[in-house]
């Protein structure tokens, strides 16, 4: 029956060619449809395996006729080509539910507004140095369908969004860690909170009373959430604010790990990754490898000597006293935040971007406490402006990395913090925030 199935994937990114080649290999008819300009190394791969494929537009005709359909998380489900698909009541899913159909490897899933990737490639360090046979994937690195295609492992430690947790529907994370919610992204959710929040929570359906399902009861709308859902799997906490039975937490400056009758111990200042929310994604990981019975020595290994994923809280360079941070991956106010409290003042603070409707309140003690001046890099700075003048002495408008490193450099004092943290995503002047965050960083070096 596979060999008659027709699958469609709609975008070809990492994701969609991933996709693409399992469908290839699993014996299904394979077309891949991208509206925009394929790039060249995916354009080379599918020739190369003789998977069809059309890019500048989408060819209905060659699209609804589909038993399935896999889409790339950045299309939203209101898009019209969506809406025609779903119209014809023809399944639209994403590559994660499709590869894990072809898997019998455990998932570690791990999701929330901010900290799931730091978290995400801490877990898999930690596993990885265990010796476990263990994959990453989901957001970050190779896509899950291409290592599902090409691999054989026994773990993938995976990072997913609240658009890919959107597509999956039989999807089981034996693992799922709920870093935390707040608002953000909520034009794909028509601007309703708790639609966000049930996206979120999606991470731990399908789960079991043999699965687990890792939380921060520390975080308001996670824990007011928490009666709303149905979960079938053991529940963990982490927190820093109350001591718990089991779980993590934090007491005398030690991070504590109870589970299974044994406990762990480790002062928080032996931790690689500093500030608040490292310190929860720390005891995440903890609690992960917990699970898995890692020796208690690698568990702190693993947290002494990671080294955290680049444009998060990234050190650049230290130039004339002047140290620049490149946290170009805070696409939104809370991170933002975890990022100015766990910096050094004073600082000169470089903000700004294409807005998702930020509310900057949150930020306002913050600022006054550390920030000296902020340079916008953004096309757009009237929101920063207005919910900051008051707060600081100048606000100086940039529309290119180098301009916003130099004005930054010309006003700062030996011992100062650069922080490029801009709370905004980067699509008005950068390809992503990776690009972003490169152009700061070659804009440090050429000064």
């Given at each position: 029956?596979?060999?008659?199935?027709?699958?469609?994937?709609?975008?070809?990114?990492e994701s969609g060619t991933g996709s693409a080649v399992l469908a290839q290999k699993m014996g299904f008819v394979v077309f891949l449809s991208?509206?925009?300009?394929?790039?060249?190394?995916?354009?080379?791969?599918?020739?190369?395996?003789?998977?069809?494929?059309?890019?500048?537009?989408?060819?209905?005709?060659?699209?609804?006729?589909?038993?399935?359909?896999?889409?790339?998380?950045?299309?939203?489900?209101?898009?019209?080509?969506?809406?025609?698909?779903?119209?014809?009541?023809?399944?639209?899913?994403?590559?994660?539910?499709?590869?894990?159909?072809?898997?019998?490897?455990?998932?570690?899933?791990?999701?929330?507004?901010?900290?799931?990737?730091?978290?995400?490639?801490?877990?898999?360090?930690?596993?990885?140095?265990?010796?476990?046979?263990?994959?990453?994937?989901?957001?970050?690195?190779?896509?899950?369908?291409?290592?599902?295609?090409?691999?054989?492992?026994?773990?993938?430690?995976?990072?997913?969004?609240?658009?890919?947790?959107?597509?999956?529907?039989?999807?089981?994370?034996?693992?799922?860690?709920?870093?935390?919610?707040?608002?953000?992204?909520?034009?794909?959710?028509?601007?309703?909170?708790?639609?966000?929040?049930?996206?979120?929570?999606?991470?731990?359906?399908?789960?079991?009373?043999?699965?687990?399902?890792?939380?921060?009861?520390?975080?308001?709308?996670?824990?007011?959430?928490?009666?709303?859902?149905?979960?079938?799997?053991?529940?963990?906490?982490?927190?820093?604010?109350?001591?718990?039975?089991?779980?993590?937490?934090?007491?005398?400056?030690?991070?504590?790990?109870?589970?299974?009758?044994?406990?762990?111990?480790?002062?928080?200042?032996?931790?690689?990754?500093?500030?608040?929310?490292?310190?929860?994604?720390?005891?995440?990981?903890?609690?992960?490898?917990?699970?898995?019975?890692?020796?208690?020595?690698?568990?702190?290994?693993?947290?002494?000597?990671?080294?955290?994923?680049?444009?998060?809280?990234?050190?650049?360079?230290?130039?004339?006293?002047?140290?620049?941070?490149?946290?170009?991956?805070?696409?939104?106010?809370?991170?933002?935040?975890?990022?100015?409290?766990?910096?050094?003042?004073?600082?000169?603070?470089?903000?700004?971007?294409?807005?998702?409707?930020?509310?900057?309140?949150?930020?306002?003690?913050?600022?006054?406490?550390?920030?000296?001046?902020?340079?916008?890099?953004?096309?757009?700075?009237?929101?920063?402006?207005?919910?900051?003048?008051?707060?600081?002495?100048?606000?100086?408008?940039?529309?290119?990395?180098?301009?916003?490193?130099?004005?930054?450099?010309?006003?700062?004092?030996?011992?100062?913090?650069?922080?490029?943290?801009?709370?905004?995503?980067?699509?008005?002047?950068?390809?992503?925030?990776?690009?972003?965050?490169?152009?700061?960083?070659?804009?440090?070096?050429?000064?």
């Amino acid at each position: 029956m596979n060999r008659t199935k027709r699958i469609v994937i709609l975008g070809a990114g990492e994701s969609g060619t991933g996709s693409a080649v399992l469908a290839q290999k699993m014996g299904f008819v394979v077309f891949l449809s991208d509206k925009g300009i394929i790039k060249e190394k995916y354009k080379k791969e599918l020739a190369e395996k003789n998977i069809e494929f059309e890019e500048g537009h989408h060819s209905l005709d060659k699209i609804l006729n589909a038993d399935e359909v896999i889409k790339s998380p950045g299309i939203a489900e209101k898009t019209d080509i969506i809406q025609k698909i779903i119209e014809r009541n023809i399944p639209v899913i994403n590559e994660l539910e499709f590869a894990a159909r072809f898997t019998k490897a455990k998932k570690i899933c791990i999701t929330g507004t901010n900290g799931k990737t730091t978290t995400t490639m801490l877990i898999f360090h930690m596993l990885k140095k265990a010796g476990l046979n263990v994959g990453l994937g989901g957001n970050v690195g190779v896509s899950f369908a291409r290592q599902v295609a090409h691999e054989n492992y026994d773990y993938y430690v995976l990072e997913v969004s609240s658009f890919q947790l959107d597509g999956m529907f039989e999807f089981k994370a034996e693992v799922a860690i709920l870093c935390n919610i707040t608002p953000d992204h909520l034009d794909r959710y028509e601007y309703d909170i708790n639609k966000y929040i049930d996206s979120k929570f999606r991470i731990a359906q399908n789960q079991t009373k043999d699965d687990f399902f890792i939380y921060c009861a520390d975080d308001a709308l996670t824990q007011s959430s928490l009666s709303k859902f149905d979960i079938n799997a053991k529940m963990i906490p982490f927190t820093i604010q109350q001591i718990v039975n089991e779980g993590a937490y934090k007491e005398n400056e030690q991070l504590n790990i109870k589970y299974n009758n044994q406990e762990f111990h480790m002062y928080i200042n032996e931790l690689a990754l500093v500030g608040q929310h490292n310190t929860y994604n720390s005891m995440a990981a903890g609690i992960v490898g917990h699970i898995y019975g890692l020796r208690k020595d690698l568990i702190r290994e693993s947290l002494q000597d990671f080294e955290n994923v680049e444009h998060r809280l990234e050190f650049v360079a230290k130039v004339g006293g002047i140290e620049f941070i490149n946290d170009s991956k805070a696409t939104n106010v809370n991170s933002a935040w975890y990022a100015l409290e766990c910096t050094d003042a004073p600082m000169i603070w470089i903000a700004g971007g294409q807005d998702k409707g930020n509310d900057y309140t949150i930020l306002k003690p913050l600022v006054r406490e550390k920030v000296k001046f902020i340079v916008c890099l953004g096309k757009d700075n009237r929101k920063i402006h207005e919910a900051f003048m008051n707060d600081v002495d100048m606000i100086v408008n940039t529309t290119s990395a180098k301009e916003a490193v130099q004005i930054a450099y010309r006003f700062a004092a030996k011992g100062d913090k650069v922080l490029l943290s801009p709370a905004c995503a980067s699509f008005d002047l950068f390809e992503n925030y990776e690009d972003r965050g490169r152009q700061f960083k070659k804009a440090v070096r050429d000064l």
